[in-house]
């Protein structure tokens, strides 16, 4: 069964740090650029960050700075490091890869 699933959502308090996983089943990841985006409810789904089958990251600028994407092809496995959180940061977490394959998204909340 083809699948991707995010992980290491949770509630972290402003200014914390947070790393979502995105994990592949059911096939390989590295064929893939994959991206990540967040949604807000009520507001449209925002794209956050991708990379390249070959590693290579892009950030829009709205994203740079705080925020690192990276990816494991052995694990099957893209990252998100999510630094220096702010609340406005609270959102469901997605993964994409390619123009294909949706995971069912992590919650992330910034609050103290």
């Known amino acids: 069964q083809v699948q991707l699933v995010e992980s290491g959502g949770g509630l972290v308090q402003p200014g914390g740090s947070l790393r979502l996983s995105c994990a592949a089943s059911?096939?390989?990841?590295?064929?893939?650029?994959i991206g990540w985006f967040r949604q807000v409810p009520g507001k449209k789904r925002e794209g956050i960050s991708c990379?390249?089958?070959?590693?290579?990251?892009y950030y829009p600028d709205s994203m740079k700075g705080r925020f690192t994407i990276s990816r494991d092809n052995a694990k099957n496995t893209v990252y998100l490091q999510l630094n220096s959180l702010k609340p406005e940061d609270t959102a469901v977490y997605y993964c994409?890869?390619?123009?294909?394959?949706w995971g069912q998204g992590t919650q992330v909340t910034v609050s103290s």
């Open positions: 990379i390249s089958r070959d590693g290579e990251p």
């Open positions: 059911g096939f390989s990841l590295r064929y893939y650029a």
């Open positions: 994409k890869a390619g123009t294909q394959y």
